[in-house]
């Protein structure tokens, strides 16, 4: 007689309302900053180091335990994108050394094509994901055009577009939260619709 095989249900929580909460605030917070709001303090390295990253990181791990490639591979690297943004920050001020400006424009860049790669995985996700990404996509591309020109125009509507890249990320992480709370949609993410 043949050996039965037992499914074994996922119970657990779904871990990307805590990826985007924690990217999309630190990135609104970050953004005030580039927007000319107030200077960078610790306020926005802790949330770099501890929300932004390690929660994110955490997340990913999460996601990787639901089998989501997608899902371990993009928190876990935005999570270890902020924890790199700090040191880079950071260690600077710790050991003397200069950013280079141009090292700055290429960090910026590469991270707004990797994410322009995410972008056309998120496709076939719901339309709020697809915004985090196109929206983070611009973002990134607008610090590389940031760090390049220097300008404080360039540098003020690149923190605009950061606080709606933000926004658009927590007003997604609350919706799949209260849409699972109440077993219905309670804000709207737009799914797309399957051929």
């Given amino acids: 007689m043949p050996e039965e095989k037992r499914k074994i249900m996922d119970t657990t929580a779904n871990p990307a309302p805590l990826g985007l ?46 089998g989501n490639t997608f899902g371990t591979i993009a928190f876990t690297s935005y999570g270890f994108f902020w924890l790199s943004l700090v040191a880079l920050l950071v260690i600077p001020k710790e050991i003397g050394a200069k950013n280079d400006n141009a090292a700055m424009i290429a960090y910026f860049a590469m991270w707004g094509v990797i994410t322009l790669c995410f972008f056309f995985c998120t496709l076939k996700s719901h339309r709020a994901l697809q915004f985090v990404f196109a929206s983070l996509t611009i973002l990134f591309f607008m610090l590389a055009i940031r760090e390049l020109t220097g300008n404080a125009v360039v540098a003020t509507i690149t923190g605009i577009e950061g606080i709606i890249c933000g926004l658009s990320a927590i007003y997604t992480a609350i919706a799949l939260v209260m849409n ?16």
């Fill in 21 to 66: 909460a924690a990217f999309g605030m630190t990135t609104v917070l970050l953004n005030l900053h580039n927007a000319g709001l107030f200077n960078m303090g610790t306020m926005i390295l802790g949330m770099g180091i501890f929300y932004g990253g390690i929660a994110q990181v955490i997340a990913g791990i999460m996601e990787w335990k639901k």
């Fill in 180 to 195: 699972e709370v109440f077993n219905r949609v309670i804000l709207p993410i737009w799914p797309v619709r399957q051929n």
